[in-house]
């Protein structure tokens, strides 16, 4: 492992203007320094800098979109192999991940509520109580990590990455309180009446959507967000198939090959599939087997009934068939997610569009004053290193506006005084 990524490091061109960076990174992760100090033997230094950018960086070093954003930039790849930049930042993050020293400012004095501790959670209280502020983390599952754990199979991305992260938090001084729902017996009016200076909601997309056709409340159907939460408890049988081809699509169905079911369909409404080349071929190499251009009339007990979908040479629909039944022991329903709307419910002031998703503006800042929001609860499903950035500027967006509010309270304070 060592030898091929120091090898792969020495194939970086150290490019004056790194497109792996400038156009591949959401993070805007410095690959070519992060490249430079691994080879000068400053890996401390390779992995604080990665680290202060991007907390979640041995999370994204493995389940990025690797070939549409660094590597996919990379120069190299023009006419051979891209430098292999996740393997490097997975080498590096991976063992400074138990280095760091988690030191914070003295204290604020200020209190935050982090509702959700999924990426955006975490990297909003890893920068928040770095800062000196007192953060708390309320998480509704026993444990951390929010879709990163309950949504990415462990083959994908190992749970000890997770575990190892909430030692850190801890280390910095943040509290957390697993198995605590936001919108039950505590709301937004009870963490701000506790004291709770601001709060930022973090609390991903949970809710499935379905399908809307007939059939997906019987036995044999699931929904892949719910399947791949504990995969153990469910009884697929020998022939799945799987409705929808994003990434969530491609986990599922490699989840259910490692289950024990030996025939795995993923079925896609078009011509092709949505989840990343990586992911695809990753399933392939399983075992999983594609049927494009299928569109869904019903699921029944014996399996989905499908239909042939026929396009032009510029992806318009032209036809459709006849459904048929395409036999199965179980489907799963794998076409997107949608934010649960139990703090919506519960608290006043706070909008959400039409798809549910919360209303910010363009610092993160809801509409309810004090709380702010960001991550998939915003944005929608997305990956874990487009929600670093978004939570990344959301945190200093909630610096600023708590350091507004601690001087507000020192002024009136000194006019208190001077009275």
């Not at 907390?55 to 891209?82: F, T, W, Y």
């Not at 004095?109 to 909003?124: E, S």
């Not at 006043?348 to 991550?375: H, I, K, P, Q, W």
Request: glycine share 10%; with cysteine.
């Amino acid at each position: 492992m060592a030898i091929h990524v120091i090898n792969e490091a020495r194939r970086c061109l150290q490019c004056k203007k790194p497109l792996c960076r400038l156009k591949g990174c959401p993070a805007q992760t410095n690959i070519p320094e992060m490249i430079r100090l691994f080879l000068d033997g400053q890996i401390n230094e390779a992995g604080e800098m990665l680290f202060i950018n991007n907390p979640m960086s041995i999370v994204c070093s493995l389940v990025c979109d690797h070939e549409k954003q660094c590597e996919g930039n990379c120069i190299q790849g023009r006419k051979g192999a891209p430098v292999q930049i996740s393997s490097i930042e997975h080498y590096i993050s991976d063992i400074y991940l138990d280095k760091v020293i988690m030191e914070h400012e003295p204290p604020k004095g200020q209190n935050v509520a982090i509702i959700g501790a999924g990426p955006a959670g975490i990297t909003v209280s890893v920068k928040l109580a770095q800062l000196g502020y007192d953060v708390t983390i309320f998480e509704r599952k026993s444990k951390l990590g929010g879709m990163m754990r309950y949504g990415i199979p462990s083959f994908r991305l190992p749970l000890d990455i997770l575990n190892r992260y909430q030692k850190k938090l801890v280390e910095l001084g943040i509290h957390i309180r697993p198995n605590t729902t936001i919108g039950s017996i505590l709301t937004l009016d009870t963490l701000f009446k506790d004291g709770y200076d601001a709060v930022f909601i973090g609390s991903g997309v949970w809710r499935p959507r379905g399908l809307g056709v007939r059939g997906e409340s019987l036995g044999n159907c699931h929904y892949a967000v719910d399947y791949l939460q504990n995969p153990d408890v469910y009884q697929l049988g020998d022939r799945v198939a799987v409705i929808g081809s994003g990434n969530s699509a491609m986990d599922a169905a490699r989840t259910a090959i490692r289950k024990g079911s030996r025939f795995v369909t993923v079925y896609a409404r078009r011509n092709e599939v949505r989840a990343s080349i990586r992911e695809y071929e990753y399933a392939q190499a399983d075992g999983v087997e594609f049927d494009l251009c299928k569109g869904v009339a019903a699921i029944t007990k014996d399996g989905p009934m499908l239909y042939e979908r026929h396009f032009d040479a510029d992806g318009n629909l032209l036809s459709e068939d006849e459904p048929q039944l395409y036999p199965a022991d179980s489907t799963i329903i794998a076409v997107s997610q949608a934010p649960k709307d139990k703090i919506v419910r519960t608290t006043t002031g706070l909008e959400v569009d039409n798809r549910g998703l919360v209303e910010v503006d363009e610092n993160g800042a809801t509409t309810r004053e004090g709380v702010f929001s960001g991550g998939d609860v915003v944005l929608g499903p997305a990956n874990v290193v487009e929600v670093v950035k978004d939570a990344k500027h959301v945190a200093k967006a909630m610096d600023a506006y708590l350091t507004r509010k601690r001087e507000a309270a020192k002024e009136k304070d000194t006019a208190s005084q001077d009275n």
